[in-house]
């Protein structure tokens, strides 16, 4: 529509026609989303094999301003006012489109170090891992192993489900159908993104990994009805402590609580916490009536308000 500023990505005709067949037959669902604040950008994954990028509508917020007598002193800027720009609601701004088939997972990667930019990387069952110049809006290319015969550059032997970032290791992992989990080091450069382990233990397709910040380790759930966790040593992966957990039906949600390091499954239609190191059941949450896709631990905040509360820990 004309209210969408797009921004596509140079393209082979073959891809081209991946994407017009893809959106011919409805594949438009949203598979992931995630909001980085730093940049006020909603990110959302779609089946079309396209990110798209939502942001604040500054044209809606420059006329809001105009409109109102004194406007740029009353309605002051995000850094002073963080409720302001959420009134001029939200466009999308960009859509990144490499892919040729549903997106899978996405992670953000903040600027950091020698990092000036944030980065963000994609995955899809096309077997392919994007990585994106947030500040420049540009695709800086594909992380993996160039194939001789068609070179397609490929990070997985199978669909890639799930990618997450760990930034106290400066490494991402993505999981596979393969029912393999790949670590790499992560670099703004494709190129020096290189392999540092593969962890293999499930049975079957590896649909959820995420990094537990609070007790360093990689957590895993998949289809063969098992939550993992692998905790690297000093000595990095060549020395890894794996425990694990039968969930008695696969994993369709997995979190980690962002204060003691518990992890939150879902499945099916329940949520069950589990203690972070021994993957002892600790809580068990039933009420849904369908399966629960996605789980967001929001950890216990104070309040400045008139009533002085704290918000007790929330799974959403």
């Known amino acids: 529509s004309s209210g969408i500023n797009a921004e596509y990505g140079v393209m082979t005709s073959e891809r081209k ?16 989303m995630i909001f980085i604040e730093q940049l006020d950008i909603l990110v ?13 509508d500054d044209q809606a917020l420059d006329e809001l301003r105009d409109s109102v007598p004194g406007g740029s002193e009353v309605l002051q800027t995000i850094s002073d006012d963080p409720v302001t720009n959420r009134v001029a609601g939200f466009t999308c701004k960009q859509v990144f489109s490499e892919h040729t088939h549903p ?10 170090g020698m990092l000036e930019s944030g980065y963000l990387l994609t995955c899809s069952t096309d077997r392919t891992i994007g990585l994106w110049d947030m500040h420049g809006g540009t695709f800086v290319g594909y992380i993996g192993n160039t194939d001789t015969e068609s070179e397609a550059v490929y990070a997985s032997t199978d669909s890639i489900m799930d990618i997450a970032y760990a930034a106290s290791r400066s490494e991402f992992a993505y999981s596979s159908t393969d029912k393999l989990i790949y670590v790499r080091a992560f670099s703004c450069a494709p190129a020096n993104c290189t392999l540092k382990h593969v ?11 995420i990094w537990n910040d609070v007790l360093s380790l990689w957590v895993s759930g998949g289809d063969d009805c098992t939550v993992r966790t692998w905790e690297p040593t000093s ?7 794996i425990n694990t957990i039968d969930t008695q039906c696969p994993v369709t949600a997995l979190a980690a609580d962002a204060v003691n390091g518990a992890i939150l499954v879902g499945l099916q239609d329940s949520v069950r916490v589990y203690e972070g190191e021994t993957l002892k059941p600790v809580q068990h949450h039933t009420g849904h009536t369908d399966s629960v896709r996605a789980i967001l631990h929001l950890p216990l905040q104070e309040l400045t308000g008139p009533s002085q509360q704290p918000i007790r820990e929330i799974c959403i």
């Open 17 to 32: 026609r991946s994407l017009r067949e893809m959106n011919s037959e409805g594949h438009r669902s949203i598979s992931k």
């Open 44 to 56: 959302a994954a779609s089946e079309d094999g396209c990110v798209y990028l939502w942001g604040f």
């Open 103 to 112: 997106i899978t997972g996405v992670a953000y990667i903040p600027p950091r």
């Open 199 to 209: 962890l293999q233990g499930h049975e079957s397709e590896v649909s959820h990994v």
């Open 235 to 241: 000595s990095g992966y060549l020395d890894i402590t």
